[in-house]
């Protein structure tokens, strides 16, 4: 009893300490982004104090600017002075408006840009008069006009408003200035004494925390320990594991060359009912006659059909009918063993890892394609690929099989558009073999992957074994394959291969 209140008591001394340090970094991380959010403020109205002086000085600038360029163009009358003339006048009313938006905060400040609007228009009006009388050639008469004019009024108007705002906005410099530094300086008080309360607490805590690290470090090494024999189970497990794979590969070959024997002993009896038809049915044909005491037909093989009776002739064709649909399921049978074999000595043969130029792997693939495209009248693009280290075997077979079934699989009547492109995301290659064609049905996109499994209009010769075989090449390179596709609407195969394939992890798992 007294021992659980003594470890009870101990660990209350190491949690008090640490959740009152807890507290103070909540508190002083509160209070430090409320000081930090003020003084952002507080700053981002100094800065708009500034930005205010300097729209001011970039108005008085630009009508000084439209005086020069004007009293320049009456004097020299070159068109650059005429260009930068009408440049800087266009702008004065929008530099104006800015200096409205920018003091909308100051409600004296927008009541004085809205007066310099008047003196500014009637200064501008006379500068244009005085280029209306350089345009009709009388340019002494323009000259005559600004000196004669009664412009001191206007000029002063505005340097009058405009030291009001300047005024007014160095006054605001100094209160949101005073204001900022004050906010700075609270936040450094608040951050100090937090810090030295932090370390303070830190330093408790830390006292309190090695007094249980001798335990910690106990229970460590027997975790350790575990884990080493866990390890342990798990690489005996693979090994069960890819013992029984390799074994599952064994079988399959085995099984599909034994079929075989079978199969050719059929396709032998099959071909030898066949050659035996004629003479069968045209025994059965003298029979018949015999049983009616006529003479037996002299008939050659060849038309030993034509001698027999309606009921005869049924049966006939029934008998070939027959004979044409074994032949059919023996040569199906034929190809998904060859498929069979095919599967198991790839998943038996190693990779090698060598470097691939996978745009000139895919050209070369397009080659051998042409004239099936040229036929489909389909085009092939290929975009900028990366290079891999791969199975360079793998990779032909895997691109060979999508690019074919794209071609294979086009809508009539519509000129084929196939794509092949791709790009690397976080140490892998995602490429993608786009198409306009038939599309696939969403609820088809699992099926077919699945061996000897196929989906849609059954109109293409194949064994529905194709994407099955390069999922499964995909999955041995240490990848993924997934399909975007809808009916009508083209489909996207989408293949996810590393950049640099580890060869010694996956030969040793496959």
């Known amino acids: 009893m007294g021992t ?149 009024q206007a000029v002063a108007r505005i340097d009058e408003i405009a030291g009001q705002m300047r005024q007014e906005e160095e006054r605001l410099f100094s209160l949101r200035t005073q204001t900022a530094d004050r906010t700075e300086q609270l936040a450094s008080i608040v951050t100090v004494a937090g810090s030295g309360l932090v370390i303070l607490l830190a330093g408790i805590s830390i006292f309190l925390v090695q007094r249980s690290t001798r335990a910690r470090d106990h229970a460590e090494a027997q975790l350790r320990d575990n884990n080493l024999n866990l390890e342990a189970t798990v690489d005996e497990r693979t090994s069960d594991l890819r013992e029984a794979n390799n074994e599952i590969q064994r079988f399959a070959y085995i099984v599909s060359h034994d079929l075989r024997s079978p199969l050719v002993n059929i396709m032998g009896f099959t071909s030898e009912l066949e050659e035996l038809r004629s003479d069968i049915f045209k025994r059965i044909a003298a029979l018949r006659l015999a049983a009616i005491a006529a003479p037996p037909p002299t008939v050659d093989d060849g038309d030993a059909e034509g001698a027999l009776e309606t009921e005869d002739r049924q049966l006939l064709e029934g008998f070939s009918e027959a004979l044409e649909f074994i032949k059919s399921s023996i040569a199906k049978m034929d190809r998904l063993i060859s498929a069979i074999l095919n599967l198991t000595r790839e998943g038996r043969r190693e990779f090698d890892p060598v470097k691939i130029d996978m745009r000139e792997l895919i050209e070369a693939i397009v080659t051998t394609v042409a004239h099936q495209a040229s036929e ?96 499964a090449l995909v999955r041995r390179l240490g990848g993924t394959m997934s399909v975007a596709s809808e009916l009508d609407k083209g489909s996207t195969f989408t293949v996810t291969l590393p950049i640099h394939w580890d060869v010694n992890r996956r030969n040793r798992d496959s």
């Not at 003084?39 to 600017?65: F, G, K, P, Y």
């Not at 990366?386 to 690019?403: C, G, M, V, Y």
Request: proline letters at 4%.
């Open 4 to 152: 659980r209140e003594a470890r009870r008591s101990r660990a209350l001394g190491q949690t008090l300490p640490l959740a009152a340090g807890v507290l103070v970094l909540v508190a002083i991380s509160a209070l430090s982004v409320i000081l930090v959010n003020r003084a952002r403020e507080d700053n981002a109205w100094v800065v708009h104090t500034v930005e205010v002086e300097n729209q001011i000085s970039t108005l008085l600038l630009r009508i000084r600017t439209t005086e020069s360029a004007a009293r320049g163009y009456l004097l020299t009358e070159e068109q650059r002075f005429l260009d930068e003339y009408l440049a800087a006048g266009a702008r004065v009313h929008s530099d104006i408006d800015e200096l409205i938006r920018l003091s909308g905060d100051n409600p004296a400040q927008i009541n004085n840009s809205n007066q310099i609007r008047e003196p500014v228009q009637a200064r501008l009006d006379e500068f244009e008069k005085a280029i209306g009388f350089a345009n009709r050639h009388d340019t002494a008469g323009g000259i005559k006009m600004l000196r004669t004019s009664d412009s001191g």
């Open 376 to 471: 489909a009248q389909a085009q092939i693009r290929i975009e900028p690929l990366p290079e891999i280290t791969s199975d360079r075997l793998a990779a032909e077979q895997i691109f060979s099989n999508l690019i074919d079934n794209a071609l294979k699989y086009l809508r009539p009547g519509i000129p084929g558009d196939i794509s092949v492109r791709g790009r690397t995301k976080l140490g892998y290659v995602i490429f993608e073999v786009a198409d306009n064609g038939r599309g696939i049905d969403p609820k088809d996109h699992q099926r077919i992957f699945d061996l000897f499994r196929r989906a849609g209009l059954q109109d293409k010769p194949g064994q529905g074994i194709g994407l099955a075989h390069v999922r």
